[in-house]
């Protein structure tokens, strides 16, 4: 049984303690089956133009100065895209393997193993930009990980996040999804009042489903 599947029809209360006794390996394991298996037969530049809609969204919205964050940075697939547009960039990612390919890929941003639900290990205020795509669907404690990505933003600075909306279950990869309510109130939650939500694509995301993005100011 997957991890995820252990989830099902379980309290808030009852995950907090499932997640204690997975490992960080349990959660990279997971993750690698449906992220890491296309890179054996694709190149770095043929997986980047397999979802284009989210990249676009976010170059065209940032502003390109300073530094940025992007957590759940797989292969470096974003952080490319945002040394182009100007950050000084730092990949974070719970899987060694794509921190690997992510260091070969974007040689000129910097790349981290961090371990799941772990406070984030950068001082308050660090980041010019904050980017977490399709990543708020995987998290067990969405509240504590809303309230790291604002803490480690600067005053002024950007917050890009993109997530499927709908009310499919995969059990095999998302715990959540969202509709736009369900957003809001994460937004707000974590002390975001400067926010919009918009349709990156309409049945073309990711695996088909639709994608939205929200773009915050902190």
């Not at 043929?46 to 809609?53: A, F, H, Q």
């Not at 290990?121 to 790291?148: N, Q, R, W, Y």
Request: charge should be negative; charged fraction near 30%.
């Amino acid at each position: 049984m997957c991890v995820v599947d252990e989830m099902i029809g379980r309290t808030k209360e009852q995950i907090n303690e499932l997640v204690k006794e997975w490992s960080n390996q349990d959660w990279a394991n997971e993750y690698d089956k449906g992220h890491m298996v296309l890179q054996k037969v694709m190149t770095f530049e043929e997986l980047m133009k397999r979802n284009p809609y989210r990249f676009k969204w976010v170059k065209k919205k940032a502003k390109g100065v300073g530094a940025a964050l992007d957590v759940g940075c797989h292969n470096g697939f974003l952080a490319c895209h945002l040394t182009e547009v100007g950050y000084k960039v730092t990949g974070i990612d719970i899987s060694s393997r794509a921190i690997e390919e992510a260091k070969k890929n974007v040689p000129e941003a910097e790349f981290k193993l961090v371990q799941m639900n772990d406070p984030l290990e950068f001082p308050d205020e660090s980041f010019d930009c904050v980017t977490a795509l399709e990543i708020i669907e995987h998290v067990p404690d969405l509240g504590k990980f809303m309230k790291e990505v604002v803490r480690v933003c600067k005053k002024g600075g950007q917050l890009f996040f993109t997530t499927p909306v709908g009310d499919n279950y995969d059990c095999d990869q998302h715990l959540r999804y969202f509709k736009f309510y369900d957003l809001e109130k994460a937004l707000s939650d974590a002390g975001l009042t400067d926010f919009k939500i918009c349709r990156i694509a309409k049945g073309n995301g990711v695996d088909g489903r639709k994608l939205f993005g929200v773009e915050a100011t902190k």
